[in-house]
C-alpha cells in the first residue's frame, strides 16, 4: 500500500509542475504577442465627431477631430451630412460660421424633439468615418451668465461678518423670457487664497444670497447654468471680486461701551446697598427728627399715663421742679368739683382756697388771680418768709372764707364724701370776710410730690389760716418743721395724715385754740388739727379712726392707731354730725 | 365649582374642536373662490380661478412632470440599460411615436401657431401619453424591487398627467371658449403586444420614457409659451 502511495504521489507531483510550467509559458507568450501586437499593429484613430452643442435651443453646431489622419485636418477634407427625422441625408449647411472643423446649423434646420444623425465622411464621401445621432432638446448646453454683481446685506454687529446678494442676467442668447428655455442656475464662492469653491444652491432666481463672509477677506464669485431637466452645466461666467475692508473703530468700541455699561451697573450696585446699610443713619442725617418736648433728666416715657408715682419720686429729689405740667389737670380737677357745690359765689374761692392746699408745692400755684403781680411763676424760688408773711397776711380772709363755707361744707360732705379736700364743716375760721381764698403752702415744692391731688384741711387757726393735711405724714412732718416759727403759730399749715380723724394730740390742740370754742354748737371736729409741735409728733392716722373720748372741752379724743371698723361706715375723713352725736355723751 | 372646571374645560374643548372640525370642511366653499385647493385644473371642486392662475399652475404641473419623467429615465438608464447601450445613438434609434398631426420642431415655426392649436397640441399630447404611461406600470411590476422608485414616479406622473388634462381642458373652455364634453382617448398603442425578451423589453421601456420625456418637455415649452403670448402679445410674437 505504501508503495502505491508513493506511486501515485509521484505521479501527481509530476503532473503539477507540467502545468505550471507550461501554464506560465503560456502566459508569457500570449503576454509578448499581445504586447507585440498593440505596438505593431495600432489602428489610427479615426475622425469623430467631437461635440454637438446647441446654446439656445435654437440652433446647434457639431465639430470633430481629425484624430491621427493628419492628412484630413484641412478644410474640405471631411464632410458632414446630416439626417433630419430619418429622411434623406444633406449635407451641413454651414461650414464656416462656426469656426474651423465646426458644422453650423442655424434656426431653419433645427427642430426640437425630432431625432437628428450626424455623419462624417471622407471628401469622396465613401467612407463614413463616424455617425452620431440626437435630439436638440438633449444637447442643449447654455452660454454662461452675464452682468455678476452684488450689493451688501448688512454687516453683523461685530463687525466680523456681513451678507451679500448676487445678481446676474441670463445669457443674451438664450430666450428666457419667451419660455423657449428654462435655465436654473449655480453660483459658487470661495477665498481667493482657498482652492476649493463652494456651490450655492441651484435656483431659477437670477439672484441669491451669500451669508457669512467675513470682513477683510476677499472673495470670488462665479455663476453658471444648466437647462432644468439637463445635466450638463454652461460654462462659468466671468469672475465677481468681493471685498469689505474690516472697520476697526466698531470693535474697538464695542467692548468700551461694554466696560462702561457693566461699570455703570456696578456703581450702581454698590449705592444701592450703602444706601440700604446705612438706612437709618441716611433718614437721620437727611430728616432729622423733630425735637419733642422735653424735661430734663426725666424720661419722657414717665410723663404718659398711669406712671404718676415715679415721676413723683424722681421730681421729689427737684429743688427746682416746677409743677407747671399739672396746673392744667389740678385746675381741671378743681373745677369739676366745684361744678357740685351749690352755691356759686364760693366756687371761686373754695376753688382758691382747695388750690393752695393741694399744691404744697406751689410756688407757681400759690399765686392766683392776683393782680397785684407780687408773685410770679417763673421765680425758681421764693423764700419762705415771704410766703409766710403773705400767708399771714391773707390768713383772716381764709379764715373768713372758710367759716363761711362750713355750714355748705357740712351738708356737702354728705353728698358729696369723696372729695377730702374740701372744707371741712370741723374747720373754723374767726373772719367772715370774704377774702382770696388763697391758701398759702407752707411746705416748698418738693414734699407736694409726695401728697395727693386732694389735700384734707387739718384745721383752721385762729388767725385764719387752713391746715392741710398731706397725704404723707413724713413729708408733711418734714415740712411743718421747716416752716414752723414762732410767728407761724396763727397760720402754720400743718400737714397730717390723710385720717380723717384727729389724733388725741390734735384733739388737744384744736381744743387749745380758741378758735375752735367759738365754734357753732355743731362742732365737726376737723380730722385735722393745727400743731405747733412738731409734725413728726404725730402719728400716722388712719382714714378712719374711732373716737376715744371726748373730753371736757367737748373735744374729741381719736384713737390713732385703730382701723375703721365694718360697722362704721363712715364717709371719707368725715364724721357726720349724727355720728357725732351718736359718740358723744 | 373646583369640580365643575375640568368638566367645562373638556366641554369647551370639544366645542372648539367641532368647530373647527366644521369650518374645514367649508373651508374650500367659504373662503378661497380663487385658490383651487385641490389639484390643478380640476374642475369639480373649483368654484372660480382666473385665466392667469390657471394658467400658471397648468406650467407648474407640465415643469414638474418634465422634471420627475427626467428623473425616471435617467434611473431607468442607469439601472436596466446596459453600459455599452447608452449611448447617444442608440437612445436617438427609439423612434417615438408618431403623432396623428405633425408638430412643427423649430422655433420659428412654433410660434406661428395659434393659441388654439397650442392647446390642442399640448390636449392631444396628453390625452396621448395617459395609457402608455398605465402600460409602463404594469411592465415595471415585471422588474424586481429595483424599479420601484421608478414605479412609483410613473404612477405619480400618471395622476399629474390626469389632473393637467382636466387643467387643459378648462384652459381651452376659458381661452378659447370652446367646450370639450367628451375626453378623447387617442388609441396608438399596438406596438406593445408582444412579450419581447429581457433586454428587448428593457430597451423598449426605456425608449417609453425617453420619449415621453420629450413629450413633457414639448408641453412645458408650448404653456409657457402660451403664457407668453397670454401676458405680453406683442414681444412674444416676435423671435
Redesign the interface.
Given at each position: 500500500m505504501f508503495a502505491n502511495n508513493s506511486c501515485e504521489k509521484k505521479g501527481a507531483g509530476i503532473m503539477a509542475t507540467r502545468l505550471v510550467f507550461l501554464s506560465l509559458v503560456c502566459g508569457a507568450v500570449s503576454v509578448s504577442v499581445g504586447e507585440h501586437l498593440t505596438t505593431s499593429e495600432v489602428p489610427p484613430k479615426r475622425p469623430y465627431f467631437v461635440d454637438c452643442r446647441s446654446p439656445e435651443?435654437?440652433t446647434f453646431s457639431c465639430w470633430w477631430s481629425a484624430g491621427d489622419y493628419q492628412n484630413l485636418t484641412g478644410p474640405g477634407a471631411l464632410s458632414v451630412f446630416f439626417q433630419k427625422n430619418?429622411d434623406v441625408w444633406r449635407e451641413c449647411p454651414d461650414y464656416s460660421t462656426a469656426g474651423e472643423n465646426h458644422c453650423y446649423f442655424n434656426?431653419?434646420y433645427?427642430?426640437?424633439?425630432?431625432?437628428?444623425?450626424v455623419q462624417l465622411r471622407s471628401q469622396i464621401q465613401d467612407i463614413v468615418y463616424h455617425?452620431?445621432?440626437?435630439?436638440?432638446?438633449?444637447i442643449v448646453v447654455p452660454d454662461p451668465p452675464v452682468g455678476l454683481n452684488w450689493t451688501l446685506l448688512n454687516i453683523s454687529q461685530t463687525g466680523q461678518h456681513f451678507d451679500i446678494l448676487i445678481q446676474w442676467e441670463p445669457p443674451p442668447s438664450a430666450?428666457v423670457?419667451?419660455?423657449?428655455i428654462?435655465l436654473v442656475y449655480e453660483p459658487q464662492y470661495r477665498a481667493i487664497n482657498m482652492s476649493d469653491w463652494k456651490p450655492l444652491e441651484v435656483e431659477r432666481a437670477c439672484y441669491q444670497s451669500v451669508y457669512g463672509l467675513k470682513t477683510g477677506m476677499e472673495y470670488e464669485i462665479r455663476v453658471r447654468c444648466k437647462q432644468?431637466?439637463s445635466?450638463k452645466f454652461s460654462e462659468f461666467s466671468e469672475h465677481l471680486y468681493v471685498y469689505i475692508p474690516k472697520v476697526p473703530t466698531k470693535e474697538t468700541l464695542f467692548p468700551f461701551t461694554m466696560i462702561l455699561i457693566f461699570g455703570a451697573v456696578g456703581v450702581i450696585i454698590v449705592l444701592m446697598l450703602i444706601i440700604f446699610s446705612q438706612q437709618q443713619r441716611l433718614m437721620v442725617y437727611f430728616l432729622p427728627p423733630v425735637p419733642v418736648p422735653k424735661i430734663m433728666g426725666i424720661d419722657p416715657e414717665l410723663l404718659k399715663k398711669g406712671k404718676l408715682d415715679e415721676l413723683n419720686s424722681i421730681l421729689s429729689g427737684h429743688h427746682t421742679f416746677k409743677p407747671e405740667l399739672y396746673n392744667d389737670d389740678l385746675w381741671v380737677e378743681f373745677i369739676e368739683l366745684d361744678i357740685d357745690d351749690q352755691d356759686g359765689r364760693s366756687h371761686h374761692s373754695d376753688t382758691h382756697k382747695l388750690l393752695g392746699s393741694e399744691n404744697l408745692n406751689g410756688n407757681c400755684l400759690n399765686i392766683k388771680d392776683d393782680d397785684s403781680g407780687r408773685a410770679s411763676c417763673y421765680e425758681p424760688e421764693l423764700p419762705d418768709s415771704d410766703m409766710l408773711d403773705r400767708s399771714q397776711a391773707e390768713a383772716r380772709e381764709e379764715k373768713a372764707s372758710l367759716l363761711d363755707s362750713e355750714g355748705r361744707a357740712a351738708h356737702s360732705s354728705t353728698t358729696d364724701p369723696s372729695p377730702p379736700g374740701r372744707s371741712h364743716p370741723g374747720a373754723t375760721a374767726e373772719g367772715a370776710s370774704r377774702s382770696h381764698p388763697q391758701i398759702q403752702s407752707q411746705l416748698s415744692s418738693q414734699s407736694w410730690v409726695n401728697l395727693d391731688f386732694y389735700a384734707q384741711v387739718s384745721n383752721i387757726t385762729p388767725a385764719g389760716g387752713v391746715l392741710l393735711s398731706p397725704g404723707q405724714q413724713s413729708k408733711i412732718e418734714k415740712t411743718a418743721e421747716a416752716h414752723s416759727s414762732p410767728k407761724t403759730q396763727k397760720c402754720q399749715l400743718a400737714m397730717t395724715t390723710d385720717s380723717a380723724y384727729t389724733s388725741e394730740m390734735d384733739a388737744k390742740n384744736i381744743s387749745a385754740t380758741p378758735s375752735l370754742n367759738g365754734n357753732e354748737p355743731k362742732v365737726i371736729v376737723s380730722p385735722y388739727t393745727v400743731s405747733e409741735a412738731p409734725a413728726s409728733s404725730v402719728p400716722p392716722v388712719s382714714d378712719y379712726t374711732t373716737v376715744q373720748a371726748v373730753d371736757s372741752q367737748q373735744s374729741l379724743l381719736l384713737n390713732p392707731s385703730t382701723l375703721p371698723t365694718k360697722g362704721t361706715p363712715m364717709p371719707a375723713g368725715y364724721l357726720t354730725p349724727e355720728q357725732l352725736n351718736s359718740i358723744m355723751p | 365649582m373646583s369640580e365643575a372646571y375640568p368638566g367645562l374645560v373638556l366641554l369647551l374643548v370639544l366645542q372648539v374642536c367641532a368647530w373647527v372640525l366644521l369650518l374645514w370642511r367649508c373651508w374650500g366653499v367659504l373662503g378661497y373662490p380663487l385658490d383651487c385647493k385641490d389639484e390643478q385644473g380640476s374642475i369639480i371642486s373649483c368654484t372660480y380661478i382666473s385665466l392667469e392662475k390657471l394658467l400658471d399652475r397648468v406650467i407648474q404641473h407640465a415643469?414638474l412632470i418634465?422634471?420627475v419623467s427626467?428623473e425616471s429615465c435617467?434611473l431607468f438608464e442607469e439601472m436596466f440599460v446596459p453600459v455599452s447601450m447608452r449611448t447617444?445613438?442608440n437612445?436617438?434609434?427609439n423612434?417615438c411615436i408618431t403623432k396623428a398631426f405633425p408638430?412643427?420642431?423649430?422655433?420659428?415655426?412654433i410660434q406661428k401657431i395659434s393659441d388654439k392649436w397650442l392647446l390642442h397640441s399640448v390636449l392631444m399630447l396628453v390625452q396621448s401619453w395617459i395609457e402608455p404611461l398605465v402600460y409602463l406600470q404594469k411592465t415595471l411590476d415585471r422588474y424586481d424591487d429595483a424599479a420601484d422608485t421608478i414605479l412609483n414616479k410613473t404612477k405619480w406622473v400618471t395622476n399629474k398627467l390626469s389632473s393637467l388634462e382636466q387643467g387643459i381642458v378648462e384652459l381651452i373652455r376659458k381661452m378659447l371658449d370652446e367646450g370639450l364634453l367628451a375626453v378623447e382617448h387617442q388609441q396608438t398603442l399596438t406596438r406593445f403586444d408582444a412579450q419581447p425578451e429581457v433586454v428587448e423589453s428593457i430597451l423598449r421601456d426605456y425608449a417609453v420614457l425617453t420619449c415621453f420625456?420629450?413629450?413633457a418637455?414639448?408641453m412645458?415649452?408650448f404653456l409657457?409659451?402660451l403664457?407668453?403670448r397670454h401676458t405680453d402679445k406683442m414681444?412674444?410674437y416676435i423671435?
Open positions: 435651443q435654437e430619418r434656426s431653419t433645427t427642430s426640437i424633439w425630432i431625432p437628428y444623425c455617425q452620431m445621432c440626437f435630439t436638440v432638446d438633449e430666450d423670457k419667451k419660455g423657449w428654462s432644468a431637466a445635466e | 415643469e418634465y422634471h427626467e435617467t447617444q445613438q437612445r436617438a434609434r423612434t408638430i412643427p420642431g423649430s422655433k420659428s415655426e420625456k420629450k413629450d418637455h414639448k412645458e415649452v409657457k409659451l403664457k407668453c414681444s412674444c423671435s
